[in-house]
């Protein structure tokens, strides 16, 4: 069985970080790329961050660029972000994904918060 949990969400102000956790089981972690997306109330998901299996290539939103970094670590089978120089519209929930054996899994989601 396929479990994706985050963790690490919270209230934070604006200029704060934060560091989400996705700690997963049932599936061989090194094997797949990870990802971490994000949705704001009244808006579509939208992508924030993608590490490949390795941690050779991560890719980010334009929007995080320079302030969050994803990365792995396959012995804890985790992946994190880390978000630093938190903003307002920062605020979502983020959610953990992978796609393994042609399956895609979400975790249920951390609530982040920036607020003041």
């Known amino acids: 069985q396929v479990q994706l949990v985050e963790s690490g969400g919270g209230l934070v102000q604006p200029g704060g970080s934060l560091r989400l956790s996705c700690a997963t089981s049932?599936?061989?972690?090194?094997?797949?790329?990870m990802s971490w997306y994000r949705q704001a109330p009244g808006k579509e998901r939208e992508l924030v961050a993608t590490?490949?299996?390795?941690?050779?290539?991560?890719n980010y939103a334009d929007s995080v660029k320079g302030r969050f970094t994803i990365f792995r670590d396959n012995a804890k089978r985790t992946v994190y972000l880390q978000m630093n120089s938190l903003k307002s519209e920062d605020t979502a929930v983020y959610y953990c994904?992978?796609?393994?054996?042609?399956?895609?899994?979400w975790g249920q989601g951390t609530q982040v918060t920036v607020s003041s």
């Open positions: 049932g599936f061989t972690f090194s094997d797949v790329a």
């Open positions: 994904y992978t796609r393994a054996r042609s399956i895609s899994y």
């Open positions: 590490i490949t299996r390795t941690s050779v290539i991560t």
